[in-house]
T-cell receptor, first 114, second 112 residues
Framework: AQTVTQSQPEMSVQEAETVTLSCTYDTSESDYYLFWYKQPPSRQMILVIRQEAYKQQNATENRFSVNFQKAAKSFSLKISDSQLGDAAMYFCAYWVDSNYQLIWGAGTKLIIKP | DSGVTQTPKHLITATGQRVTLRCSPRSGDLSVYWYQQSLDQGLQFLIHYYNGEERAKGNILERFSAQQFPDLHSELNLSSLELGDSALYFC???????????FGSGTRLTVV
């Protein structure tokens, strides 16, 4: 079965520090795409970062970067210099060609301590 | 503005009633996905349409139905509403899922 596991239901970090959210997935495909979405208290779903599995280089978007370990099927999100506005639910997801839609994790709630 | 428009933003209705949620996808996107999200829960996939045709169904109740029209907007119909149907209903669209989805701001449905 194709699944996404986010093992941390909740994480907290001090403002300005770095936090890493974990995500593992299960697929037998070799080509797929991975995503992190953010859902702040407004409940709007926002795409944070996207990674193509065939690319070795880890994706980066400003303070957000990923650690993509294909062999381990791991796709963690690192947030540097955490800000209060980063407080949100973070969802990991992936897509493979054999699916019509994204497969989603259950989410990790990130709390930022001032 | 994500480019995906959902109306209405809020809806309060009584048990047993029927409502229609509307979604206009981002320009150029042929796929529309509907999701249900209960309070502090993850996303539950309901249904996917591509260019007017149903492509996939998730855990969608028989009381729920959807369609996508020739102009690509989509409607989600919820009937015989129950208290447990209270949730945030998201519509998302994509040009191709490898690019990810663009989400609307959701319709918050409250059944009283």
């Amino acid at each position: 079965a194709q699944t996404v596991t986010q093992s941390q239901p909740e994480m907290s970090v001090q403002e300005a520090e770095t936090v890493t959210l974990s995500c593992t997935y299960d697929t037998s495909e070799s080509d797929y795409y991975l995503f992190w979405y953010k859902q702040p208290p407004s409940r709007q779903m926002i795409l944070v970062i996207r990674q193509e599995a065939y690319k070795q280089q880890n994706a980066t978007e400003n303070r957000f970067s990923v650690n993509f370990q294909k062999a381990a099927k791991s796709f963690s999100l690192k947030i540097s210099d955490s800000q209060l506005g980063d407080a949100a639910m973070y969802f990991c997801a992936y897509w493979v060609d054999s699916n019509y839609q994204l497969i989603w994790g259950a989410g990790t709630k990130l709390i930022i301590k001032p | 503005d994500s480019g995906v428009t959902q109306t209405p933003k809020h809806l309060i209705t009584a048990t047993g009633q029927r409502v229609t949620l509307r979604c206009s996808p981002r320009s150029g996107d042929l796929s529309v996905y509907w999701y249900q999200q209960s309070l502090d829960q993850g996303l539950q996939f309901l249904i996917h349409y591509y260019n007017g045709e149903e492509r996939a169904k998730g855990n969608i109740l028989e009381r729920f139905s959807a369609q996508q029209f020739p102009d690509l907007h989509s409607e989600l119909n919820l009937s015989s509403l129950e208290l447990g149907d209270s949730a945030l209903y998201f519509c998302a669209s994509s040009q191709h899922p490898s690019y990810g989805y663009t989400f609307g701001s959701g319709t918050r449905l409250t059944v009283v």
